[in-house]
């Protein structure tokens, strides 16, 4: 069953004030887990939230105060931009709103806003094997989806396509050509380090992919992931000749295809797990609908200019997925995007996305502890961790059942210092959870 449906219920947010506490709490008291995973501990929904000082709940003339307290915990580096806002877009707190910064991945909210905005919703990434000019020759031909499964896919929430299931539909081949032409430009960003593909955190960016270009469950990426892919195919269909690059003449015999989950679902999966290959794959969607070419150049383009259509300025990427750090974003303008998200629902799908504080995702396991328990269950946040950047960007239900929208970002941590980053950015959105000022 679809995740995003419960996250409709923020659209009463804007609109109705206390119906906000019920959704952010309510849409995932049974958080969506992978499958054979334990079940959340439960947290405690209300304790403490920072010393006695500042432990009941903060009015609007006292957020400034509590704010500034947290701000200036060390641990957050000596430099701390922070946008709130109310879903009408007034400012709840500013300082440092239109700084450009480096976002990390809270740039993936940027992308999801864009493909919400710009791509069908039902939209599913096909991967096709037509017929190839020789006798017994079959060329894969991919069409963006890294989710594609072969050797290391694993169950769970979205469903994904499989390589095998393509392989059943055919017989005679002898051989297998490649075609991963619907991508343009170099296969990493500017900025990206070589070591983002030996570590493990993206493949190099191709429309053909199997299992995100693994060549493993985890550890390296593939250095080639569509010959990768078209090796693992060759293997499912007992062809021993190599497998090279060729293109799929304009007309040629679709002989099977496979599709990807649709363009909601992959949002959602994108935002969860803070997914670089799908945020790259859905960037590179956003380009081609808006005629640009399907490349890191075209994506940003094409997602500034959805943005800016909706009212949003003030970002300036080179990557999808947040990982260089070129990308610059301004905290207010993330901020907005979330305010506007929150109120329409065409953008359900970003918001069950966040991950839900101390329930799952990239915050399963934060928000367990006090002083920050009492946010448990009611953040949805969007992680980013650079070296030097740590962020958090998202929604809060405030104490009286509004709703904020927020971006903080440190961008000057210490290179030994994210653990206590992240801890200190927890309390900050506490702060935030503890307010009747929404």
């Known amino acids: 069953m679809r ?168 017989s005679g081949v002898t051989r297998v050509l490649v075609d991963d032409t619907r991508y343009a430009g170099p296969r990493l960003a500017p900025g990206w380090k070589p070591s983002y593909v030996t570590t493990g955190n993206v493949a190099p960016v191709s429309a053909l992919e199997v299992d995100e270009g693994r060549s493993a469950p985890t550890g390296p990426r593939s250095q080639d992931p569509a010959l990768a892919a078209g090796r693992q195919f060759a293997a499912l269909l007992h062809v021993k000749t190599p497998v090279v690059r060729g293109t799929a003449a304009a007309g040629a015999e679709v002989l099977a295809h496979v599709d990807s989950a649709p363009v909601t679902e992959l949002v959602e999966a994108m935002l969860t797990r803070s997914d670089n290959d799908l945020a790259e794959a859905l960037g590179r969607q956003v380009a081609r609908a808006a005629h640009q070419p399907a490349s890191f150049a075209g994506a940003a383009v094409a997602i500034r200019a959805a943005l800016q259509r909706l009212g949003v300025n003030g970002l300036a990427l080179r990557d999808a997925s947040g990982l260089s750090p070129l990308d610059r974003v301004t905290p207010l303008a993330v901020a907005q995007l979330l305010a506007k998200a929150a109120g329409d629902p065409a953008y359900a799908p970003l918001l069950s996305g966040l991950p839900v504080a101390g329930f799952d995702g990239t915050l399963s396991k934060r928000y367990r502890q006090v002083p920050t328990s009492a946010a448990a269950g009611v953040i949805r946040a969007k992680t980013g961790t650079l070296d030097g950047v740590s962020a958090l960007a998202g929604l809060v239900t405030t104490r009286t059942g509004g709703v904020l929208a927020f971006d903080i970002t440190a961008d000057r941590v210490s290179s030994v210092g994210t653990l206590a980053a992240e801890a200190a950015l927890d309390r900050v959105a506490t702060v935030l959870a503890s307010c009747g000022c929404a």
Request: charged share 15%; aromatic share 2%; glycine share 14%.
């Open 3 to 170: 995740r995003w449906w419960l996250a409709l219920l923020a659209v009463l947010v804007l609109a109705g004030g206390g119906a906000g506490a019920v959704w952010l709490t309510t849409s995932r008291a049974s958080p969506v887990s992978p499958v054979g995973s334990p079940s959340p501990t439960p947290v405690p929904t209300r304790t403490p939230l920072l010393p006695a000082a500042t432990s009941g709940p903060v009015t609007p003339t006292g957020l400034r105060t509590a704010l500034a307290r947290a701000l200036a915990d060390p641990a957050l580096g000596g430099r701390v931009s922070i946008a709130v806002v109310r879903g009408d877009g007034s400012t709840v707190a500013d300082q440092g709103a239109r700084r450009l910064v480096t976002p990390a991945s809270t740039a993936k909210i940027a992308t999801a806003v864009a493909a919400l905005t710009v791509l069908p919703p039902d939209l599913r990434l096909r991967t096709q094997v037509v017929r190839g000019s020789g006798p017994g020759d079959v060329v894969l031909v991919g069409g963006g989806d890294p989710t594609l499964g072969g050797r290391f896919a694993t169950a769970g929430y979205p469903g994904t396509a499989s390589l095998a299931e393509l392989a059943r539909h055919l």
